[in-house]
């Protein structure tokens, strides 16, 4: 199993210290967890693309190209380009250049998005944003495979035999389709044939098998062979300790604050409790050898062979701790027990 560490960069106070961060020293600090993720082993890092207050990640290609920079081996990711409201050609030639300046060390997973707030600002409704992403990525792909490329459609103006620059330094940047509540977004990933990353984080997992599921049925229904199915899974929270009851007592004042946020109440979380969100949903809080078990059992339902984790919200000494204590205590197990994913984007 391949892992990735993400961040939203959302930039809040410290629930438990209420030490607040400078917009300067947040950004400072995710360029420090990704040098040290690439230090302990990790796969890659990401960037998951918000806009608006208190997320500091409206600009994903910016924050890698930083990243990529200081760093030499580790992989770089959109989690994720929220491509339904943004320009395929600018998309084209943002990432084709982040692509060249990491040395082709770029994957891209696309999405609609997680916060409606996005939609006003760039002009398109809610109810839009599945045909609009349908229609941008099919661009998106004639731009970065295609030269001289003549379109026509609805959400930009028309484009007359327009060759973008730079081209992409890989061959073809590898690109998954981010999945967290509609078949709409599965349903197209299937169509070409291209790997999802299930969100996996607010739902228990029956939600997010069921979308799996459609799309490996629908991978047949295209075409493809199902057993070259590539999948990825997030896992909510991470908080690792020697025991169950220290996890759950050092995370609760994290979990009590996340749960009033507006973030928390779009996603309409069902779960009551911190005792039962670790219970029915993905958080993986506990001991290694509780968290062990649990991605194991994700993995027997989902087949997923990377998995996402994220240490967003916790102080930097305990996200230090937190990393150094998975890379030491669980990822061994995952790297030993689950086997990499066929496709070579991460």
Not at 255 to 269: C, D, I, P, R
Not at 333 to 340: A, T, Y
Request: charged fraction near 20%; aromatic fraction near 10%.
């Amino acid at each position: 199993m391949k892992v990735a560490l993400f961040s939203l960069m959302m930039n809040v106070p410290n629930a438990v210290t209420g030490e607040a961060w400078t917009t300067q020293q947040k950004f400072q600090n995710v360029i420090d967890q990704a040098i040290l993720a690439e230090k302990l082993g990790f796969d890659a890092y990401g960037i998951g693309e918000r806009h608006g207050e208190p997320f500091l990640s409206s600009s994903p290609p910016l924050v890698l190209t930083a990243i990529a920079a200081q760093t030499t081996r580790i992989r770089l990711l959109t989690t994720v380009t929220v491509l339904s409201v943004l320009d395929p050609v600018r998309v084209a030639e943002d990432y084709a250049t982040l692509d060249h300046l990491s040395g082709g060390r770029l994957t891209m997973i696309i999405g609609k998005g997680n916060d409606p707030r996005h939609y006003p600002l760039f002009g398109i409704t809610e109810e839009e944003q599945w045909e609009s992403l349908a229609e941008r990525y099919g661009l998106l792909k004639r731009l970065w495979t295609e030269e001289k490329v003549t379109w026509s459609g609805r959400y930009r103006p028309p484009l007359q035999e327009v060759t973008t620059f730079p081209r992409p330094y890989q061959s073809e940047i590898p690109v998954w389709h981010g999945s967290a509540s509609s078949t709409l977004s599965t349903e197209l990933a299937a169509r070409y044939g291209e790997p999802i990353f299930s969100s996996n984080s607010f739902h228990p997992f029956e939600k997010y098998k069921a979308l799996i599921d459609h799309y490996r049925e629908r991978l047949v229904y295209y075409g493809h062979d199902p057993h070259k199915a590539v999948v990825g899974a997030g896992s909510g929270s991470l908080y690792l300790a020697d025991t169950a009851e220290e996890a759950l007592r050092r995370f609760r004042p994290y979990y009590e604050a996340f749960s009033g946020t507006e973030a928390a109440k779009h996603n309409q979380s069902p779960f009551t409790s911190l005792k039962n969100m670790v219970e029915r949903g993905p958080a993986l809080i506990g001991s290694a050898e509780q968290i062990i078990v649990k991605i194991l059992k994700y993995h027997e339902a989902f087949g997923h062979t990377v998995l996402g984790i994220s240490v967003d919200g916790l102080s930097e000494a305990e996200q230090r701790e937190q990393l150094h204590r998975f890379a030491e205590e669980v990822l061994p197990v995952l790297k030993r027990e689950i086997p990499n994913p066929l496709y070579r984007g991460i």
